[in-house]
Structure formats: C-alpha cells, structure tokens
C-alpha cells in the first residue's frame, strides 16, 4: 500500500480522477460548487462567483420605457401618439381616435408663444361638476333612487312601448337653442335688459347636444314617474333623471318664483293695445294692427330669443299672444318662474310628437342635454353625434319700412346700409345659389378688398 497517496473520500474534496472514472464511482455526496453560506452566519463572507441574479422581473404595464438590455421577445415599443379632439368628452375612444405624430411627411407649421391661446373652459361647469358630486353622494347613500321603480325593458328604454315611440320620434329634427354674446351689434339693448332681470344665463349658457339622447328622453317622458308636483323622473340610459322647474332654475341659478297651479303664468292682460304699444315703442296702438316690423332692434333680439330659448316655434315672424305677453312683463320687470315656462313647453312638446302626422320639431335640447349632464355623466354609446356649436343670435335688417312708419331719408339710408352690408356677408359665404364662382374669378372678399383699393 502506497502510504504517500491516501485513498481520496468521498467528501466533497476535488482528486485528479478523470470524469470517466468518476462516473463508475460511488455517487457524490455533495455538489463541487462551493457550499452555499448565509449572509447572517458570522465571520463566513459568500464567493463572488457565487452570487446569482435574481430573476428578471416582468416589465410593468405602467412602464414607458422598456430596457435596451433585454433580449427576452417582447413588442416593439407602440408609436407616440396624441389623442384628436373630439365633440363629445364622454364617448369612448377607440383606435380612431388616436393619430401618429412621428410621421415625418407631415408639415409642421412655426407656433410660437403668441401663436397658441388658451381658451378657458365656460364658468358654469364648475357649477355642473359640484352638483355631479352631490348627486354622486346621493346616490351611494341612497342607491334606490337612480333606479327604476320597475324593471326596464332596456338600458335605453323604459318599456317596450317607449322603444316603439321612440321609433316614431327618431327621424324628426331639432329646433335647437342659439347663444347671445356681449358684443352682438345687432341686439341693441337686449344684453344688458336680460342681464337686469336675471335671464342672462338662459341665453350664454348654451352647450352641443347629443341628439339620440334627447330623442331617448322624449320617448321615456311618457312614462316618467311622479315624485311630487311638477317633479318626474325619467329614464335615461340606466338612470333615472330629475325633471321638474326647480331643477332647472338651479342648473341656471335662477330663483323659484312661485307659479299658479293648474294654470299658465302668462295671463292675458285686460288692455292687450297696452302691450303692442310698448314693443313697438308707441309706432302701432292697436292689437290688431301688430306686426313684428314696427319692433325695435332690442324687441326684435328678444322676440327671436323667446322663438327659440323660452318658448320655441318655427314661425318667429308671428307675434302671438303668449310670446307678446311674456316680452312684456320682461320690459317691464313683472317676474315670471323660468323654469315653470320651459318645463310646461317640453311637456306639451312631448304629447304632441308621439302622433306621427304631426310635424313638430323636438325644442329645446340643449337645456335637456345639459339638464341631465348636471346631475350625472350620461353615458355614451357607440352611435352618438354631438351637435355642432350654437348658433350665436342675429337679426335680419328690415328690407322696407311699413306703411304706418314716417318715412325720413336718415332711416331709410341706414337700412339700406344695414342691408347691403348683410348682402356682403351672403356673398362673401357662398349663400347665394344663384351666383356661381370659377376657380379664377377668386374670393368675394378679395374683390372688396380691390374695390376699396382702387376708390382709394
């Protein structure tokens, strides 16, 4: 026995046995890598070549940076985008909606500081979004009412009868709300007579509407349920909605005048010649003889106003009773509940469209729209098209002066004025069908612009 070569044990020591010798020998015990020590057992330090990464964790879905070193297979990292502007904040976006701003063939204009305004959101969302939240409130407290007293037939409709009425209702048009600014130079007075009395906000406060949604409350009114005197509750996709004159005098912060009940607040007066007298500012004395010609610039701003935001028609040249009435008491300061008046007209409104021989028009679906969006966010559906912007209030000048008007040169120089000015606008717009422009004759504009050049 050779004692300078001890037989070699089976304890983990490294020998110079070739690999295939070890392999017929008797199984290793322990592995040869160094053992493994814990980092809390004391005066043992763990091998550098021992120290193994920690697995790769999977990259976070809020991550927008994805690390150049890994080589796992992965998505390429998407294009930046930005979303387009769209009509109605609370429709869902959808591939559509997004456009790829690293296409490079796309011209990129010169903005400046200057160039870009901020245009503020209206004032009166502020208001929308408090109410929203206490509405919000309401409803975890007291989840019972947005529901229905019954179940609905859909998420859309109350019963099946409303989906049928609602089928009835879909194909007809709109007559919608306009918006008066400040600086109308047609309105004469009317701004500052509205502001006094506090019907201001019926005619700034004017936002788009989604059409299917008025059209879906118009079909769900008939069977709104009854809460209290002039208090329903309508259906509106899942939700019931708060329609009553209270309701909508806080939505434009008007007070609750009290109303008669069972009755209507515009009263036909005793002396109704009193009345033609003051809109036409003493021109005509008598009823029968009323004609909304003789009505002065700020009249003639109130009665287009009240044809389309207070009690709308599709005839505004007419100057019917109820319409002259309630231009009076405004001239004169009687007060009147606002939103009484409008609450009645889309009731009526409502009766009348389900008859599918009637032509009138759905009125009043601005203030609907935004009535619903003050106490909740509506929800949207694939289908919906937002309304173009109001259209802001402007009166026709007066082509001729009646008869029972005194005729002075001065007057009918600034109607003729007034009017070839509006004949200018139509031109320069295109309204005109009679009139046809080739590509090389130019812009109407520019030929003004020429005129006035060359009689300089």
Same mark, same amino acid.
């Given at each position: 026995?050779?004692?300078?070569?001890?037989?070699?044990?089976?304890?983990?020591?490294?020998?110079?046995?070739?690999?295939?010798?070890?392999?017929?020998?008797?199984?290793?015990?322990?592995?040869?890598?160094?053992?493994?020590?814990?980092?809390?057992?004391?005066?043992?330090?763990?091998?550098?070549?021992?120290?193994?990464?920690?697995?790769?964790?999977?990259?976070?879905?809020?991550?927008?940076?994805?690390?150049? !070193?890994?080589?796992?297979?992965?998505?390429?990292?998407?294009?930046?985008?930005?979303?387009?502007?769209?009509?109605?904040?609370?429709?869902?976006?959808?591939?559509?909606?997004?456009?790829?701003?690293?296409?490079?063939?796309?011209?990129?204009?010169?903005?400046?500081?200057?160039?870009?305004?901020?245009?503020?959101?209206?004032?009166?969302?502020?208001?929308?979004?408090?109410?929203?939240?206490?509405?919000?409130?309401?409803?975890?407290?007291?989840?019972?009412?947005?529901?229905?007293?019954?179940?609905?037939?859909?998420?859309?409709?109350?019963?099946?009868?409303?989906?049928?009425?609602?089928?009835?209702?879909?194909?007809?048009?709109?007559?919608?709300?306009?918006?008066?600014?400040?600086?109308?130079?047609?309105?004469?007075?009317?701004?500052?007579?509205?502001?006094?009395?506090?019907?201001?906000?019926?005619?700034?406060?004017?936002?788009?509407?989604?059409?299917?949604?008025?059209?879906?409350?118009?079909?769900?009114?008939?069977?709104?349920?009854?809460?209290?005197?002039?208090?329903?509750?309508?259906?509106?996709?899942?939700?019931?909605?708060?329609?009553?004159?209270?309701?909508?005098?806080?939505?434009?912060?008007?007070?609750?005048?009290?109303?008669?009940?069972?009755?209507?607040?515009?009263?036909?007066?005793?002396?109704?010649?009193?009345?033609?007298?003051?809109?036409?500012?003493?021109?005509?004395?008598?009823?029968?003889?009323?004609?909304?010609?003789? $009505? !002065?610039?700020?009249?003639?701003?109130?009665?287009?106003?009240?044809?389309?935001?207070?009690?709308?028609? $599709?005839?505004?040249?007419?100057?019917?009773?109820?319409?002259?009435?309630?231009?009076?008491?405004?001239?004169?300061?009687?007060?009147?509940?606002?939103?009484?008046?409008?609450?009645?007209?889309?009731?009526?409104?409502?009766?009348?469209?389900?008859?599918?021989?009637?032509?009138?028009?759905?009125?009043?679906?601005?203030?609907?729209?935004?009535?619903?969006?003050?106490?909740?966010?509506?929800?949207?559906?694939?289908?919906?098209?937002?309304?173009?912007?109001?259209?802001?209030?402007?009166?026709?000048?007066?082509?001729?002066?009646?008869?029972?008007?005194?005729?002075?040169?001065?007057?009918?120089?600034?109607?003729?004025?007034?009017?070839?000015?509006?004949?200018?606008?139509?031109?320069?717009?295109?309204?005109?069908?009679?009139?046809?422009?080739?590509?090389?004759?130019?812009?109407?504009?520019?030929?003004?612009?020429?005129?006035?050049?060359?009689?300089?």
């Amino acid at each position: 026995m050779d004692h300078d070569n001890p037989p070699s044990s089976n304890l983990g020591v490294e020998n110079s046995t070739p690999a295939a010798e070890q392999s017929s020998a008797a199984p290793v015990l322990f592995s040869a890598d160094p053992p493994l020590v814990l980092k809390t057992e004391p005066g043992v330090s763990q091998p550098k070549k021992t120290k193994r990464k920690p697995p790769p964790l999977p990259p976070s879905k809020c991550s927008c940076v994805r690390a150049s !070193g890994s080589k796992g297979k992965s998505k390429p990292s998407p294009a930046p985008t930005r979303r387009m502007p769209r009509r109605s904040s609370t429709r869902s976006s959808t591939h559509d909606d997004l456009e790829d701003v690293t296409d490079t063939s796309l011209p990129k204009p010169d903005l400046t500081a200057e160039d870009v305004v901020e245009v503020p959101p209206p004032t009166y969302l502020s208001r929308y979004v408090a109410n929203r939240r206490l509405t919000a409130a309401r409803d975890r407290n007291y989840h019972e009412l947005k529901l229905p007293s019954s179940d609905p037939y859909s998420s859309q409709f109350f019963s099946e009868l409303t989906m049928r009425r609602f089928q009835t209702i879909s194909d007809r048009p709109f007559n919608e709300m306009g918006c008066l600014a400040a600086d109308n130079p047609h309105g004469g007075d009317a701004y500052k007579i509205l502001s006094d009395f506090g019907l201001l906000s019926t005619v700034t406060e004017v936002d788009s509407f989604v059409g299917a949604v008025i059209k879906e409350f118009y079909a769900n009114l008939a069977e709104a349920e009854t809460e209290g005197i002039d208090t329903l509750k309508v259906y509106v996709r899942g939700s019931m909605y708060e329609f009553s004159p209270s309701l909508i005098n806080a939505m434009y912060q008007l007070p609750n005048e009290s109303y008669p009940l069972n009755a209507t607040q515009i009263q036909v007066l005793d002396n109704v010649d009193e009345i033609v007298t003051l809109l036409t500012d003493g021109w005509i004395r008598t009823w029968e003889l009323r004609n909304k010609k003789e $009505m !002065g610039d700020t009249v003639a701003m109130l009665q287009k106003i009240c044809c389309q935001n207070w009690m709308p028609t $599709m005839n505004p040249s007419s100057m019917s009773a109820e319409r002259s009435i309630l231009l009076f008491m405004i001239l004169k300061g009687h007060r009147f509940n606002f939103g009484k008046l409008v609450f009645d007209e889309i009731c009526a409104c409502s009766s009348v469209v389900a008859n599918a021989s009637s032509n009138v028009r759905l009125i009043l679906p601005n203030l609907i729209d935004q009535l619903l969006h003050f106490q909740r966010i509506v929800p949207a559906l694939s289908g919906d098209v937002t309304s173009a912007a109001p259209v802001k209030f402007k009166i026709e000048p007066k082509e001729l002066l009646s008869s029972q008007t005194p005729l002075t040169l001065l007057s009918d120089i600034c109607h003729l004025h007034d009017f070839t000015k509006l004949m200018m606008e139509r031109l320069a717009g295109g309204d005109y069908l009679d009139i046809v422009y080739s590509e090389g004759e130019g812009d109407p504009e520019d030929e003004e612009d020429g005129d006035e050049t060359e009689s300089g």
